[in-house]
């Protein structure tokens, strides 16, 4: 079955800190990735995706994504994390043949200023 | 773009009652809509998935009896929990894929709406 695994449940940084969250997935077949961020109070929006191509993927706000098919990882990094940067992080994985997207548990990132 | 609406964001109701939660694309047209349910530090599991004018097809161990899944339009689903139970108490997120050539693979999640039942 498909799953997703998210190695940090919450990860504290200080501003300027450089940020790197785990995402492993297992599934067999061909994939679409993504990364979603829930700030305080608000509803999970779309910070980056991969379907294809270039494995390294940036996003919104300087955050990037690179997918290594090798090790089932789509990890999410940010050179320097800034305060606002405070939320919650949501892998996600969508196998193209069988249509849901899976979620991991999420990691919460807590940036002190 | 890709804005996705809830109502109500929050709704306390009796054990018993029925209660309708409504999801809304406010600038695209939905191919798709999802149904989500998220506990309290858990993930997001879903609960079902509509396509406009047809069955919702229901996950596995969600039951197509107690949470009613309409998708009227291109722009609309409602999710009616009926008969609702203090274990029905949670958090209801819908997300939506537009029919827009680069973005069908995508979902745009609404703000989610908590459902307290007493």
């Known amino acids: 079955a498909q799953s997703v695994s998210q190695h940090n449940h919450h990860v504290i940084l200080s501003e300027a800190a450089s940020l790197e969250l785990g995402c492993n997935y297992s599934?067999?077949?061909?994939?679409?990735l993504f990364w979603y961020v829930q700030y305080p109070g608000q509803h999970l929006q779309l910070l980056l995706k991969?379907?294809?191509?270039?494995?390294l993927v940036k996003g919104i706000k300087g955050f990037e994504a690179e997918f290594i098919k090798s090790k089932f990882s789509f990890n999410l990094r940010k050179p320097s994390v800034q305060w606002s940067d405070t939320a919650e992080y949501f892998c996600?994985?969508?196998?193209?043949?069988?249509?849901?997207?899976?979620f991991g548990k999420g990691t919460k990132l807590s940036v002190k200023p | 773009g890709a804005v996705v609406s809830q109502h109500p964001s929050w709704v306390i109701c009796k054990s018993g009652t029925s209660v309708k939660i409504e999801c809304r694309s406010l600038?695209?047209?939905?191919?798709?809509m999802f149904w989500y349910r998220q506990f309290p530090k858990q993930s997001l599991m879903l609960m079902a998935t509509s396509n406009e004018g047809s069955k919702a097809t229901y996950e596995q161990g969600v039951e197509k009896d107690k949470f009613l899944i309409n998708h009227a339009s291109l722009t609309l689903s409602t999710l009616t929990v009926t008969s609702a139970h203090p274990e029905d108490s949670s958090f209801y997120i819908c997300?939506?894929?537009?029919?827009?050539?680069?973005?069908?693979?995508?979902?745009?999640f609404g703000p989610g709406t908590r459902l307290t039942v007493l």
């Open positions: 600038d695209f047209q939905a191919t798709t």
């Open positions: 599934y067999g077949g061909t994939v679409n």
């Open positions: 997300s939506a894929t537009a029919s827009i050539a680069g973005h069908t693979d995508t979902q745009y």
């Open positions: 996600a994985v969508h196998g193209r043949s069988q249509g849901n997207l899976i």
């Open positions: 991969y379907f294809s191509g270039d494995p």
